[in-house]
């Protein structure tokens, strides 16, 4: 929010300046642009997802959530349950929707939203990626975009300490897609949009 409101806060002219802006940032953000912006995104498998950032918290002593999770020694399940972030709660749906991230209140995406995220998704975002497919993503923003080359690929941020999630507690997977049941169905929608964006783009 503090990053989006140093931004909302420069003079046009400015922010007119700027041909890239990356990292997680919420639909909408063209509003504060005084030229045409495109987007593209990646999703990732919502269940995925939460395994990774449980983990993560759990190794990052500074990040922001360790001291309450791991403190506390919250196993997955109960980092799922008690929702101690907006994070846990159908994040993906919350970055493509106009609101921003964190003002809608945990518990609070309703079918209003995950519409919203959805026509988002399909009809203001140029090129939609998917981790799961990585390398098949990168080529289809080469092609969108025109692009010479294919991005470098390059992973940050590998827990190498986290489980497969074929080793996950079922449980704990169950409420997780439960927790999460919007970012399921956008990650479904996503899928289909991934699959057709394929096929046209041969």
Partial sequence: RAQRERFAALPEEERGRFDVILGHVNFGVHELLPEPATYLTMLRDPVDRVVSHYYYVLSTPSHYLHKRVAGRGYSLLEFVLTRVSHELDNDQV???????????????????????AKWNLEHGIAAVGLM???????????????????????????NNDRPALS?????AIEAIREV???????????????????NRLG
């Avoid at 799961?132 to 990168?138: A, D, F, I, Q, V």
């Avoid at 999460?180 to 394929?198: G, I, S, T, W």
Wanted: proline fraction near 4%; glycine fraction near 2%; charged fraction near 35%.
């Fill in 167 to 171: 080793e996950v507690p079922r449980e």
């Fill in 180 to 198: 999460n049941r919007a970012d399921v169905e956008l990650y479904e929608f996503a899928e289909a949009l991934f699959e057709e964006q394929m």
């Fill in 94 to 116: 919350r970055w493509l929707s106009s609101k921003h991230h964190d003002e809608i209140p945990v518990g609070g995406i309703d079918r209003r939203v995950l519409d919203e």
């Fill in 132 to 158: 799961e497919r990585y390398s098949e993503s990168l080529e289809c923003f080469r092609r969108t975009f025109s692009w010479e080359h294919i991005p470098t690929q390059t992973f940050r941020n590998v």
